[in-house]
């Protein structure tokens, strides 16, 4: 019985500080607190935007024309798309717009982005999703920070929008860009997002090519001497997947990039106090929640008739899964975004984590 109390009220306290808690300590203490950053809205480095493609060629043009709509010195920005060995017209329709095109090898997503560094002398690389759309400011927003000498990672704010081009930022999203914000203003943040970031050039790394640039880089930066900041005022705008199920699919294959770099990655080695709570807090307990769900689970039925508290918090359980099960919108999203750090940590154990995979497109998400 001892066992299953310890574990009861370790899995509960865990689960609570990594969703409730720690967001909301780090949002108070960011704003009790905030290390600025010297902005210059009038420093203009020269920049790469990098859009890394696999058979996008129903969005590259539309990306690309976007991108040219900058507002951003044209003789300071360069366009590069470089593909990972796409098999359909985008290298041609990328070419025929006037963007510079890298062709590689099937790789993955990474390796592309690493070939398309090494080939621009830019002051500054940004990155961006094909499928993105940046507000006209973006780049301005994303660069004025690097006129600050100890930043080299800022990431802008990614605002999902439903096809009618409404805003439908879910509730989990809002709160997630609140923590991220909190991490910014303390010090750096802990991840990134792909659809809007830049780096200096000099500051850049080349990662294993199975990890991901939005986990890996922020913590490398830290690692580096430097910081990994939020800017929420340099905006991109993607389309949500249209459903919870599909959503699911999408975090199993994120999840599984995730556990390779929470266990191989070396994250926590050299961070100081702060960030190595941030990085603990926000990234392994929250990897873990599922199995932390489970063992709140199993605790909680072998401690059944030993107290009020077992009960409620079993039946608290309980209500969520059936919640879940008959479509309970917030509920749904919860259980399987949870359930699916579970089956990724699986998938990487049994196989391990691969450097490529085939997009989704819109009408296979469904």
């Known amino acids: 019985m001892t066992a299953a109390v310890v574990l009861f009220w370790g899995s509960l306290a865990a689960l609570a500080w990594t969703h409730a808690l720690y967001p909301v300590a780090v949002a108070l203490a960011g704003r009790a607190r905030t290390k600025r950053v010297a902005l210059d809205d009038a420093y203009l480095p020269s920049v790469a935007v990098i859009v890394t493609a696999f058979n996008e060629e129903g969005s590259i043009e539309r990306r690309l024309e976007n991108l040219r709509a900058l507002d951003y010195p044209r003789e300071l920005l360069e366009l590069v798309v470089t593909s990972d060995a796409s098999t359909d017209r985008t290298e041609e329709l990328a070419q025929a717009t006037g963007a510079r095109v890298i062709r590689n090898p099937r790789g993955g997503k990474v390796a592309a982005q690493d070939a398309a560094v090494r080939a621009t002398d830019a002051d500054v690389v940004a990155f961006s999703d094909a499928n993105a759309t940046w507000a006209p400011d973006a780049l301005r927003k994303l660069v004025r920070n690097f006129a600050d000498p100890h930043v080299a990672y800022v990431c802008g704010r990614l605002r999902l929008e439903a096809p009618d081009g409404s805003n439908k930022e879910g509730v989990y999203w809002r709160y997630e860009l609140v923590t991220r914000e909190g991490e910014s203003r303390l ?28 986990l890996a880089l922020p913590y490398l930066m830290v690692q580096h001497g430097r910081r990994a900041i939020y800017e929420p005022e340099a905006l991109a705008f993607e389309r949500p997947t249209p459903s919870n199920e599909s959503e699911y699919r999408r975090k199993v294959r994120m999840f599984e990039h995730a556990w390779l770099i929470v266990l191989r990655g070396r994250m926590l080695r050299g961070q100081r106090p702060g960030y190595l709570l941030a990085l603990l807090s926000h990234r392994h307990l929250r990897y873990a929640s599922g199995l932390l769900h489970l063992v709140l689970l199993a605790s909680s039925i072998a401690l059944l008739g030993h107290g009020v508290l ?14 879940a099960l008959v479509g309970v919108g917030i509920a749904r999203y919860y259980v399987l975004i949870t359930w699916a750090t579970v089956v990724s940590l699986w998938n990487y154990l049994r196989r391990g984590a691969p450097a490529t995979w085939t997009p989704q497109r819109e009408g296979e998400l469904a």
Do not use: K
């Open 310 to 323: 077992y009960a409620v918090v079993l039946g608290l359980q309980l209500g969520l899964l059936a919640a």
């Open 187 to 214: 010090g750096s943040v802990t991840a990134g997002n792909g659809a809007v970031y830049a780096l200096r050039r000099s500051d850049y790394a080349e990662v294993d090519p199975r990890f991901g640039h939005d």
